[in-house]
């Protein structure tokens, strides 16, 4: 089955800096890379996607950039505030309609004012 | 749009209760959907994939008689925690996806579970 590793598993960041956080992929069918925010006690929210046509994807101070050859994807934010601090899950999915997402381990950002 | 609602959002019984938690998608159908559990500052893990009108699908390790999951409809499918236990404490995490491809999942608001 799939597996996804991300990196790192904390990053602190000063505000107004920029934040890059790693993930990689074993199962190369895998074609669907979203990335979640997760508030401490609330529920994850998509934040951006990408699918495997696509290397890149940006959305205001959020990116995505996607290696299919390497089998790796990065959430790049910039310009950090302190609401950008939570804990960030990126994940992997073969797009059937029964595809169920692989997630990452999170990474835990900290943005200091 | 996309709205999965999660009820109820914290439960807190004794040992031995079954517990029933809802997960709703309010405005689209979804013929997946799918169970997780969650330690703290852990990881999303998938505990099961509820499909519309047939079994849920188990990952390893996840007994299923003592998680029933029942999706009945488009819009609805519960998580039943049978006779738990402390160690069944958690955070449970519905999330549902529209029926077309290349849709995201939505995520409910979660459920935590302190069993006495």
């Known amino acids: 089955g799939e597996n996804v590793e991300q990196h790192p598993s904390t990053l602190s960041v000063q505000e107004g800096d920029s934040a890059v956080i790693k993930c990689t992929y074993s199962d190369s069918a895998s074609n669907y890379f979203p990335w979640y925010k997760q508030e401490l006690g609330k529920r994850p929210q998509l934040i951006i996607d990408?699918?495997?046509?696509?290397g890149e994807k940006k959305d205001q101070r959020i990116a995505v950039t996607l290696n299919k050859t390497a089998k790796h994807f990065s959430l790049h934010i910039t310009e950090t505030q302190p609401e950008d601090s939570a804990v960030y899950f990126c994940a992997a999915r073969f797009n059937t309609n029964a595809g169920k997402s692989t997630f990452g381990d999170g990474t835990t950002l900290t943005v200091k004012p | 749009g996309a709205v999965v609602s999660q009820h109820p959002s914290r439960v807190i019984c004794k040992s031995g209760t079954s517990v029933k938690i809802e997960c709703r998608s309010l405005?689209?159908?979804?013929?997946?959907m799918f169970w997780y559990r969650q330690f703290p500052k852990q990881s999303l893990m998938l505990m099961a994939t509820s499909n519309e009108g047939s079994k849920a699908t188990y990952e390893q390790g996840v007994e299923k008689d003592k998680f029933l999951i029942n999706h009945a409809s488009l819009t609805l499918s519960t998580l039943t925690v049978t006779s738990a236990h402390p160690e069944d404490s958690s955070f449970y995490i519905c999330s549902a996806r529209p029926g077309q491809m290349n849709q995201p999942q939505h995520f409910g608001d979660g459920t935590r579970l302190s069993i006495l």
């Open positions: 405005d689209f159908q979804a013929t997946t």
């Open positions: 990408i699918r495997s046509n696509v």
